[in-house]
Nanobody
């Protein structure tokens, strides 16, 4: 299972750090990702990290968000800086069965419950 936390409400320009803790199995060597879903919109890719630490981001968060992992803690993080109102969404963490990163939600097998991020202008 995956448990996401760290969401909240911030003003534009602020920062938040999301955490995703795994339990019941090890996620230390598999691809992990963060997705988000804004009201009335489809779920979209945000960032992904491979088992070896390679990362990829959607263009709109490149340079502002950083995905990282702590294998010892079976956890993945999303550091979000310079937040914008358009970043407002429910953020979900997810894990794959394989080690590569992915931008495709259908390639992730395990999903956390989501954490709300609200950015006000």
């Amino acid at each position: 299972q995956l448990q996401a936390s760290g969401g909240g409400s911030v003003q534009a320009g602020g920062s938040l750090r999301l955490s995703c803790a795994g339990s019941g199995r090890t996620f230390s060597r598999v691809g992990m990702g963060w997705f988000r879903q804004a009201p009335g919109k489809d779920r979209e890719f945000v960032a992904s990290i491979s088992g070896g630490g390679q990362t990829t981001y959607t263009d709109s968060v490149q340079g502002r968000f950083t995905i990282s992992r702590d294998s010892a803690k079976n956890a993945v993080y999303l550091q979000m800086n310079s937040l914008k109102p358009e970043d407002t969404a429910v953020y979900y963490c997810a894990a794959r069965g394989g080690s590569a990163w992915s931008r495709r939600s259908e390639e992730f097998d395990y999903w956390g419950q989501g954490t709300q991020v609200t950015v006000s202008s």
